[in-house]
């Protein structure tokens, strides 16, 4: 396994592999990898990518000025050796100076599915994120990346994007990983203390109770989020927001019908959590 910490050398890497008929993914991440970021590994290659580069950055530019970046949890050599095991072929791993030029002032924005859930909280968020990426995509220079469903805004803002500006990149969004008890996998669970973590739970008990409401036939939504956030609120959770969405579009739903995504951002103390789950019908 390689790691490349420079943008030429790693354009220079995908052009010699892309000329020698490999395909290539990608999946972009913050590191501190876990269960949910391997599976995306695994997702690439039921996908077709002969050659997977996984990029650890910690992107500054995602991060609020009174969010985590300068905590958020780092362990590069875990890292490595959990790719080198899975047999992922590079981690491109920068420097904020390699990515960001002192004077940079190019920046890649989204304006729809941006709006909105995490952005009213986290206004400058996906302007760093959609940036970021679309900087990864053209160092990698892969033939698909991959995002997880945990980040489900965020998914559908980098499909829109990579639509709009015609990248010759195809999406793929992998599934939402949890934990054994169902608290869903993040870096961020690190933050939680054990009682913490035991109330959080609250919110995959909440997610998954609406969703069996629905198959089993209610379609009362505002009850059905307003008994959502009562369960998550009960545990000791502040919750930032509760939606009914499309699951394409991210357009709030006003009934129960058609592909949805519940998405729910929800403070246990300090740290924020997000979950979603999809329901069709
Ligand atoms: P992060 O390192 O948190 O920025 O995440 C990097 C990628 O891994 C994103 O596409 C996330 O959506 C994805 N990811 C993180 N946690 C999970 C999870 N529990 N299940 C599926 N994908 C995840």
Redesign the pocket.
């Given at each position: 396994m390689k790691i490349i910490r420079t943008i030429r050398e790693m354009q220079e890497w995908s052009d010699a592999k892309r000329r020698a008929g490999a395909t290539i993914a990608v999946v972009?991440?913050?590191?501190y990898l876990h269960e949910?970021?391997l599976?995306?590994i695994d997702t690439a290659r039921k996908n077709g990518a002969d050659t997977v580069i996984v990029t650890i950055f910690v992107n500054p530019t995602q991060f609020g000025p009174n969010e985590d970046f300068a905590c958020y949890p780092r362990d590069f050599e875990h890292d490595s050796r959990l790719c080198e095991e899975k047999g992922v072929d590079v981690i491109f791993a920068p420097e904020a100076q390699e990515m960001y030029p002192e004077d940079s002032s190019t920046w890649v924005v989204e304006e729809k599915l941006s709006k909105g859930l995490c952005a009213k909280t986290r206004p400058t968020h996906f302007r760093g994120v959609t940036t970021v990426v679309s900087k990864l995509f053209l160092a990698t220079l892969p033939h698909l990346a991959v995002?997880?469903?945990?980040?489900g805004q965020?998914?559908r803002a980098i499909k829109r994007m990579v639509r709009d500006l015609n990248f010759p990149i195809r999406i793929v969004i992998?599934?939402?990983?949890r934990e054994p008890d169902g608290l869903?996998?993040?870096?961020r669970n690190k933050y939680l203390s054990e009682e913490e973590h035991r109330n959080a739970l609250s919110i995959f008990r909440g997610l998954t109770k609406l969703k069996a409401d629905i198959d089993s036939g209610r379609t009362d939504l505002a009850a059905l989020l307003a008994e959502l956030r009562a369960s998550i609120e009960a545990a000791g959770g502040v919750v930032d927001y509760i939606e009914a969405v499309d699951a394409e579009t991210l357009e709030p739903k006003t009934s129960v019908e058609g592909s949805m995504m519940f998405p729910v951002a929800a403070y246990f103390g300090k740290t924020r959590l997000i979950d979603n789950i999809l329901v069709e019908r």
């Open positions: 972009p991440t913050m590191g949910g970021h599976s995306l995002f997880g469903q945990k980040d965020q998914a992998s599934p939402l990983i869903a996998r993040s870096s």
